[in-house]
């Protein structure tokens, strides 16, 4: 075993797995939960609704993509789309679908005029849709790329064979990608079940996620059903994200694509599943610029309400934001290497983050803060939550990123005379240094855009964007959230794509 | 990161070095305004007031950090959230020097809290969606009002629990029944009052759970009534409001000042037009009050002791008749 296997068991069983336990040993998970039946099966069943409509959506684009030949910057547009939504403040995207879908959206005004009005919000549509939308990205990203990347040989073999194209589609297609189909469908099935922001929103009571009720029973003081469903969840989410893993490292027969201009219906449904994911991000980023009160309106009275401007906001966002991701970076790319050289338990480890939910993970942190040490020091409890639900994302990149480090380079070095810190400075680091800045950016994205374990752990004394963006917007003062909202994207944005910029060398 | 961290505890040590109230969302936005002023130039002592949204996330917080807390004074909690926290005892009593200045139905026989404002909570609807509002809970129930209607949760809301709690008044042990049908009637249940009135502000919702004064209010800042409250023919529910010492309080006399100050007629003055509640003392009312509110010809009281023995078992229920 590699040392770097050992720092991410070491960080995720000290921050992960001890407080997880601790949870359990505190607030022991009561086995009666035939009281929460309904819960559960309306979040499994919702989510598996939601996952069902993403994964169409998320087929049609990526059938799309890999069969018409489009402009490489189309192309290139919407696979940043696909990658925006994985950082794209869940807060923020609720706040997208209340500017569309309200009773005086933007859909009702335009379809008002013709006598149509929707009427949507807080319906299981209204989940559905948010959901979908939210997670046909997700599938566009697992399934997209490599079908696009699927050998055209084998169509071209079975097109002169005589198939037709749904032929093709359902008997070569279909089957090859299938394990990716599959595990984009656990990944957006596990997005909406544990869905927080999008659910407290636009989900009403009747359509609540465990997600969601631990919140609400962490809230009420009720521990011991916050403990029962946190184990319930902990469960399913385990499953479906070991499931997913899985799949998705299967090999498939990779090589140039196969490229047709034919057919109409791919490039209109795919249009209609664009739209439908860039309306409510749009309208999220543009409405606070567009509607000039406001602006007038956050600084009139939106900080004082707040009781922080914006500079103070920005302070504490960052402030968690950067810590988290320098140790999310640290960790994940020290177990990156040890998983580029086949340690399976560095894979393993750095992925339990993703089968605990942050409001579990935050839960747990705040019952060892109250009882060993102070609420003080919720602020780092908070960067290590961060760094921990930004590991496995920042472990796949870097693990990638290791993957380019030719090993014989390496061993040169080392026959050289290089002790290991010199190989690593002066050999690796230049090469990996892309996939570090990539994770880097990647994790303040992810912390900055995180909203429940703020609320459980901030206590309302300090706020980032998206808990101020979900103060606002829950406390009469929807305009003003509108106008922090538009700032708060175009700087998720902002660093997303300058992490983008600075590697695309890579 | 050392550093960092320094810096970290630093600013959250600072932050709260003054007098700390633990508070809901309306009230840092509004009296807070007037109180934190007038506190400083009198005791020349800064006082912060934290929200969390509602008064019984603030309550549930404090019940939380229990002897860790750095909250001295706890604002907002109503007469069904204070049962919960003289449960919890995490008050230490106080009878104000000015207590006989409370008027005389309103004070508390225990000291564990001081009242500072009362109001009817109502059902408050929009003039402009809704013609022919409700009159009564029958009335709620009908059909024309489904997904109109959005209320708060009593779990977590104290304007939520009053209203479950009238429920209780008006229909005894059968209120489950009631809710039962009522649910088909409910856009969706708010964690808040802020959220919800928010709701009905951008036009989501048409009805909601609200105060008596809803209409002067609407009145008095658009000069219309688009918001008004009807006042329900089995009677209306009454909610006080209290402030009391958190007992872990390190500065008890500064604490002690703060209630002073929540009596007196500075801040029992600004209550109608801050609170849109109704002052505990006799201080004179302002003409929107006298002319925009509603008279009350009933009101429905449940006994304190019922609502401590029962409030548990009522919430659970609750949540069972609505599938929560």
């Known amino acids: 075993m590699g040392r770097g296997a050992w720092n991410v068991i070491v960080f995720v069983s000290i921050f992960v797995i001890f407080p997880l336990v601790f949870l359990f040993a505190s607030f022991p998970p009561s086995f009666e939960i035939s009281k929460y039946t309904s819960l559960i099966l309306m979040n499994i069943f919702q989510a598996a609704v939601s996952a069902a409509v993403a994964l169409v959506g998320g087929i049609t684009i990526s059938y799309f993509l890999s069969h018409r030949k489009i402009s490489p910057f189309l192309r290139s547009i919407i696979h940043s789309i696909s990658k925006v939504s994985f950082i794209f403040p869940g807060v923020s995207m609720a706040l997208g679908f209340l500017i569309v879908f309200g009773k005086n959206g933007i859909l009702n005004q335009i379809l008002n005029p013709f006598g149509i009005h929707i009427n949507i919000l807080y319906t299981f549509l209204a989940v559905i849709i948010g959901h979908a939308f939210y997670n046909i990205p997700v599938v566009l990203y697992i399934t997209g790329t490599s079908w696009e990347k699927l050998s055209g040989e084998i169509i071209e073999a079975a097109e002169i064979d005589g198939a037709t194209p749904w032929r093709i589609f359902s008997s070569i297609e279909v089957p090859i990608l299938i394990p990716y189909l599959i595990s984009s ?14 659910v407290m929103t636009i989900g009403g009571f009747r359509y609540r996620t465990l997600e969601v009720e631990i919140y609400s029973k962490v809230s009420m003081l009720d521990f011991r059903g916050a403990s029962t469903l946190t184990l319930v969840q902990m469960l399913i989410v385990a499953v479906a994200a070991t499931a997913a893993s899985i799949l998705k490292n299967r090999d498939f027969p990779s090589g140039y694509p196969k490229f047709r201009k034919k057919g109409t219906l791919s490039p209109i449904l795919a249009f209609v599943f664009l739209s439908g994911i860039l309306l409510p991000m749009l309208s999220s980023l543009l409405y606070g610029f567009a509607n000039q009160n406001a602006f007038k ?20 966002s960052f402030s968690i934001a950067i810590p988290a991701a320098l140790i999310s970076t640290v960790v994940s ?13 560095s894979g393993i480890f750095s992925s339990i983050p993703t089968a605990v939910s942050t409001v579990v993970l935050a839960f747990a942190y705040l019952s060892v803060l109250i009882k060993f040490l102070t609420e003080e020091l919720s602020p780092i409890s908070l960067v290590i939550l961060h760094a921990s639900i930004a590991l496995p994302m920042s472990h796949r990149i870097m693990e990638s990123g290791w993957m380019t480090v030719p090993r014989y380079i390496e061993e040169a070095a080392e026959i050289d005379g ?35 374990g703020v609320l459980i752990l901030s206590g309302g004394k300090f706020l980032t964007f998206s808990s101020a963006v979900y103060r606002l917007m829950s406390s009469r003062h929807f305009l003003e959230a509108t106008a922090l909202n538009s700032v708060f994207v175009l700087i998720v944005l902002g660093i997303f794509f300058l992490g983008e910029f600075l590697t695309q060398r890579d | 990161m050392k550093r960092l961290v320094f810096i970290l505890l630093l600013v959250t040590v600072l932050s709260f070095s003054n007098l700390v109230v633990y508070t809901y969302d309306s009230m840092v936005s509004g009296l807070a305004k007037d109180i934190a002023p007038i506190f400083e130039s009198f005791y020349g002592e800064k006082v912060s007031f934290v929200s969390f949204g509602d008064a019984g996330k603030a309550l549930s917080r404090l019940i939380i950090e229990g002897e860790k807390t750095k909250a001295d004074i706890i604002l907002g909690l109503d007469q069904n959230l204070l049962l919960k926290a003289e449960k919890y005892g995490i008050l230490m009593k106080y009878k104000p020097v000015n207590y006989t200045k409370i008027k005389e139905a309103l004070r508390p026989k225990e000291y564990l809290a001081t009242p500072f404002d009362y109001g009817s909570i109502a059902i408050v609807y929009n003039t402009k969606t809704v013609k022919n509002p409700p009159k009564s809970f029958k009335d709620l129930l009908d ?16 304007t939520g629990l009053s209203f479950l709690l009238w429920t209780v008044a008006v229909y005894g042990e059968k209120f489950t029944d009631y809710w039962k049908k009522l649910k088909e009637n409910l856009l969706t249940i708010t964690s808040g009052w802020d959220e919800a009135f928010e709701m009905l502000e951008r036009g989501e919702a048409d009805i909601m759970v609200s105060y008596l004064t809803d209409g002067a209010y609407s009145y008095y800042y658009y000069k219309s009534t688009k918001f008004l409250p009807t006042v329900m023919k089995e009677g209306m529910f009454v909610q006080i409001e209290y402030v009391g010492i958190v007992k872990y309080t390190k500065k008890l006399e500064l604490a002690k000042r703060f209630i002073e100050l929540m009596l007196s007629d500075y801040v029992q003055e600004k209550i109608p037009l801050r609170q849109w509640m109704f002052p505990v003392t006799d201080v004179k009312l302002p003409e929107v009050f006298r002319k925009h509110v509603p008279k009350v010809e009933k009101i429905l009281e449940l006994d304190p002791k019922e609502i401590s023995k029962n409030l548990n078992k009522w919430i659970n229920e609750w949540e069972e008749a609505l599938g929560m």
């Not at chain 1, 190989?423 to 680091?429: A, G, I, Q, R, S």
């Not at chain 2, 059909?143 to 104290?158: A, G, N, W």
């Open chain 1, 185 to 198: 469908y656990l990944m957006a099935f596990l997005y909406s079940f544990t869905s927080f922001a999008v």
């Open chain 1, 297 to 316: 309106l956050l600084f009139e009275r939106g900080w004082d309400f707040l009781g922080m401007g914006f500079f103070r906001i920005t302070f504490w």
């Open chain 1, 333 to 345: 790319t020290s177990s990156g290497r040890a998983s580029s050289h086949g340690r399976i338990l």
């Open chain 1, 418 to 452: 290089a002790n290991k810190i010199q190989t690593f400075l002066f050999v690796d680091f230049p090469i990996i240094l892309p996939a570090m800045i990539r994770a880097f950016t990647l994790s303040i994205a992810i912390s900055l855009s995180e909203l429940a």
């Open chain 2, 143 to 158: 059909p024309r009002f489904r997904r109109k209607i959005v209320v708060e949760d009593p779990r977590t809301s104290s």
